[in-house]
């Protein structure tokens, strides 16, 4: 799924988790979808008292040194910065990178993450497609 063209959506300072206590209790009280080289665990934005899309990005020592877990970061921040406008809803998420994002590009997080929001429910109905010209049937001649 392609990401909106033309606006920015900035993931300035009051986007980001940065407490610790907001990481425990994502993890302890949110809900949790693993997928591919990611997880999500996330909460509706209402339940730590916003209504603004928030997110936290965590990679541990054991996927790689600094050079290899800034990458990871990036990459998440990137895939869930492009897709927070088609959210259905105000959340507050931690992504946390797995091992298997080393290596990975950008389509690959970026399909992991879209399937975990989509299997979470958290992505807003998707329109329906314009119908294609070249299938419309003919307008009828008025011979």
């Known amino acids: 799924m392609p990401a909106p063209s033309g606006r920015r959506w900035p993931l300035g300072r009051r986007?980001?988790?940065?407490?610790?206590?907001?990481?425990?209790?994502?993890?302890?009280?949110?809900?949790?979808?693993?997928?591919g080289c990611l997880i999500l665990n996330w909460m509706?934005?209402?339940?730590?008292?916003?209504?603004?899309?928030?997110?936290?990005?965590?990679?541990?020592?054991?996927?790689?040194?600094?050079?290899?877990?800034?990458?990871?970061?990036?990459?998440?921040?990137?895939?869930?910065?492009?897709?927070?406008?088609?959210?259905?809803?105000?959340?507050?998420?931690?992504?946390?990178?797995?091992?298997?994002?080393?290596?990975r590009g950008y389509p690959e997080v970026e399909r992991d993450l879209l399937t975990a929001l989509r299997h979470s429910r958290l992505l807003a109905a998707e329109p329906a497609p314009a119908p294609d010209p070249a299938t419309r049937p003919a307008p009828e001649s008025a011979a």
């Not at 986007?15 to 997928?35: C, D, N, S, T």
């Open 15 to 35: 986007h980001r988790l940065r407490a610790g206590g907001e990481f425990a209790r994502l993890k302890a009280e949110g809900h949790r979808r693993v997928q």
């Open 44 to 103: 509706p934005a209402e339940s730590f008292g916003t209504t603004e899309d928030r997110v936290g990005l965590v990679a541990g020592r054991a996927i790689g040194g600094a050079v290899i877990r800034n990458r990871a970061k990036r990459l998440l921040r990137e895939a869930f910065r492009r897709h927070r406008p088609e959210l259905s809803r105000p959340i507050t998420a931690v992504l946390v990178a797995r091992k298997s994002i080393v290596g």
